[in-house]
């Protein structure tokens, strides 16, 4: 093999790492943004007393895991759907 094919096979290999490594970054920062969704959306209610899971005790991790995961669910889908219509927009 030459060193030229060399070369650019470890490009290749470097440029897969790094996807690799942003797509990790974007998992974590979808994941960071649902749990400020979701302490916002707790204050907010907490705040206007209109929250219906409010009670003396502190939430249950499963249910913060919850909300964190229905929030992350609906920003991905706003996000699926903003896509879907550029997609069609763009083939016009």
Do not use: K, Y
């Not at 060399?6 to 942003?22: F, H, I, K, P, T």
């Not at 219906?52 to 699926?80: N, Q, V």
Request: with cysteine; proline share 1%.
């Amino acid at each position: 093999m030459s060193d030229e094919f060399l070369s650019l096979e470890r490009q290749a290999d470097a440029m897969e790492r790094q996807a690799d490594a942003l797509e990790s970054v974007a998992d974590e920062l979808r994941f960071q943004n649902a749990a400020l969704v979701e302490i916002a959306w707790r204050l907010h209610h907490l705040e206007c007393g209109t929250d219906p899971h409010a009670s003396e005790h502190t939430m249950s991790h499963r249910a913060f895991m919850t909300g964190l995961d229905d929030h992350d669910f609906e920003r991905r889908e706003r996000e699926e759907d903003s896509s879907a219509r550029e997609i069609v927009g763009g083939n016009r």
